[in-house]
């Protein structure tokens, strides 16, 4: 019997319907997602009429080689790593077991697991095993941040790799702060995965949109299952545009929202437990009455099943949007 879904940040529509309001006059804090959408650069007009051909799909894996520095391999466009994270129990060779380091996105150990594979659930790299054909390691993890260093999964690699093992690094927060990132060596050898999220850093999670760098013959399996015009010519174009252009603006900006935020959570009093450039992870022995509160606010951020302490807050859009957020940190506990 398959898992049940899991509920992720978002579903703002759920929550109005829940708290009242309409879904446009509430603060969309749950999603780690750049809250200041980029501009868009131009699309032309075949983009939208035809079916993407070969040479819009050869502009947008050369604009993100260049742009993860990729030199051992063109990035495959795909719609969105979720469509890949489906697709991963057809690498696990039979009879292996998989290990997701965690606490981390809950999809990865669902997927495997409805597919029928055995999952371990594992707290740190020193937790894999002989056994563990597939390894996924979320870097920088989500929903706390957790960071290795790029030696240590190099390590991982290798021992994976010589065992015939796959290790999958899922960088879909590795946009702001790419220090750790090993996109450069994917399609160097085999056993090497990296997936990155495109929509995440550029507010633009509505295009679903990713990538995936790896070994060649891998991306062309994953090419075949996900099947002809797999990304959208629209897609496409964007994403050629915008990964050629200056990222560091947007950087800066996220950098600058993210020092609001965090003003507004230590001023609150809220002990910051982790977090990446694009959300904070909070520690609240009171974590569900608080999401509850903001709720009767009108403000969504995102709880965890597995840690009731936990809440995520992703960034506001401006200064207006922190002020909204503080007052209603400040009224908590107060009479309704």
Request: proline share 7%; with cysteine.
């Amino acid at each position: 019997m398959s898992e049940a879904p899991i509920q992720h940040g978002g579903g703002i529509s759920a929550a109005a319907a829940r708290h009242g309001g309409r879904p446009e006059e509430w603060l969309d804090l749950s999603t780690g997602i750049n809250p200041c959408p980029v501009r868009l650069p131009p699309v032309d007009a075949a983009a939208w009429h035809r079916l993407p051909d070969q040479s819009r799909l050869s502009k947008a894996r050369l604009a993100a080689a260049t742009y993860y520095r990729s030199g051992n391999c063109l990035p495959l466009p795909v719609p969105g790593t979720q469509a890949v994270i489906q697709l991963l129990p057809r690498i696990v060779p039979p009879g292996r077991r998989a290990a997701v380091v965690s606490p981390t996105y809950g999809e990865y150990g669902r997927v495997l697991r409805n597919a029928g594979l055995a999952v371990d659930a594992i707290d740190s790299l020193e937790g894999v095993r002989d056994e563990h054909a597939l390894v996924v390691v979320v870097n920088p993890n989500n929903p706390d941040g957790r960071l290795y260093p790029s030696e240590e999964l190099l390590r991982l690699w290798r021992s994976l790799s010589e065992a015939g093992g796959t290790l999958v690094v899922d960088e879909a927060f590795a946009d702001i702060e790419p220090s750790a990132t090993l996109a450069p060596l994917a399609g160097a050898g085999k056993g090497l995965v990296v997936f990155r999220s495109f929509g995440k850093f550029f507010g633009l999670a509505g295009l679903r949109l990713g990538y995936v760098l790896g070994e060649e013959a891998l991306l062309a399996d994953i090419a075949e299952w996900l099947g002809p015009w797999a990304v959208s010519g629209p897609a496409l174009t964007i994403s050629a545009g915008l990964m050629t252009g200056d990222c560091e603006p947007i950087r800066q900006a996220i950098r600058e929202r993210k020092a609001a935020l965090d003003a507004v959570l230590q001023a609150a009093g809220l002990r910051i437990a982790g977090g990446t450039p694009l959300f904070s992870l909070v520690e609240h022995e009171q974590a569900q009455n608080l999401q509850e509160w903001l709720c009767s606010r009108h403000v969504l951020v995102r709880a965890f099943d597995y840690d009731r302490r936990w809440l995520r807050f992703g960034l506001a859009p401006d200064a207006a949007a922190d002020m909204r957020l503080a007052e209603a940190l400040a009224s908590f506990g107060s009479d309704p």
